[in-house]
């Protein structure tokens, strides 16, 4: 059964810093990793979304890497603002998404 | 303005009571997705369909039911049977059920809180 771990749980940094949020899993046999944000009591806005052939996806201040063979993902955050602050999940997907519980994100102005 | 749509916010029911959570899509997409979120806890898939008429059971989908009954809605109902249903309810959709369309993202509906009184 495919287990997906984020750490840390929790992190916190000073505005302007860039910082790595990790994701591992246990299978391999993934068809593609998608990462999401969710602020409180709102649902899920998805972020990036790598193919199982890829290696990494950029969207404006946020790079996603994903090494399959490892079992690992780490998504970068660059130059972090206050309004990053969130709790970010990774999920994989085979058939279905298996989730992370998520890395709760605070950015201190 | 495209979207997933989740009705009400915020549920309270009763004990003995079944509730209906209401999900609406206009993306045309095929896929529907039910999942829980439980505190400090990633997301639990509870049923998901693939096309009209058409859904299957996810990880844990003892004491909810869902229908299928148009494209763009996937109500879910908890019923009594379930014990502990005081959780966040988030419906997704996706444009195929398959991983392997470059296109599969998961996109979610805002939530439905439901507490239990």
């Known amino acids: 059964k495919q287990e997906v771990t984020q750490i840390p749980a929790a992190l916190s940094v000073p505005e302007g810093e860039n910082l790595v949020l990790n994701c591992s899993f246990t299978?391999?046999?993934?068809?593609?990793l998608q990462w999401f944000r969710q602020d409180p009591g709102k649902g899920l806005t998805s972020l990036l979304l790598?193919?199982?052939?890829?290696r990494e996806q950029t969207s404006g201040r946020l790079n996603a890497s994903l090494d399959k063979s490892s079992g690992r993902s780490t998504l970068y955050i660059a130059a972090s603002q206050p309004g990053d602050s969130a709790t970010y999940l990774c999920?994989?997907?085979?058939?279905?998404?298996?989730f992370g519980s998520g890395t709760q994100l605070t950015v201190l102005p | 303005d495209g979207g997933i749509t989740q009705s009400p916010k915020y549920l309270f029911r009763k004990e003995g009571q079944n509730v209906t959570l209401s999900c609406e899509q206009n993306?045309?997409?095929?896929?529907m997705y039910w999942y829980r979120q439980d505190p400090g806890q990633g997301l639990r898939l509870i049923y998901y369909?693939?096309?009209?008429?058409?859904?299957q059971k996810g990880d844990i989908a003892e004491g909810y039911s869902v229908s299928r009954e148009k494209k763009e809605s996937f109500p879910l109902t908890v019923t009594s049977a379930q014990k502990n249903p005081t959780a966040f309810y988030l419906c997704?959709?996706?444009?195929?059920?398959?991983?392997?369309?470059?296109?599969?993202?998961?996109?979610f509906g805002p939530g439905t809180r439901l507490t239990v009184l």
């Open positions: 997704a959709s996706s444009i195929d059920l398959t991983g392997f369309s470059s296109y599969n993202e998961q996109f």
């Open positions: 299978d391999s046999a993934i068809y593609n």
């Open positions: 790598i193919q199982s052939s890829q």
């Open positions: 999920a994989v997907r085979k058939r279905q998404l298996t």
């Open positions: 993306l045309n997409h095929d896929a």
């Open positions: 369909s693939q096309i009209v008429n058409d859904f």
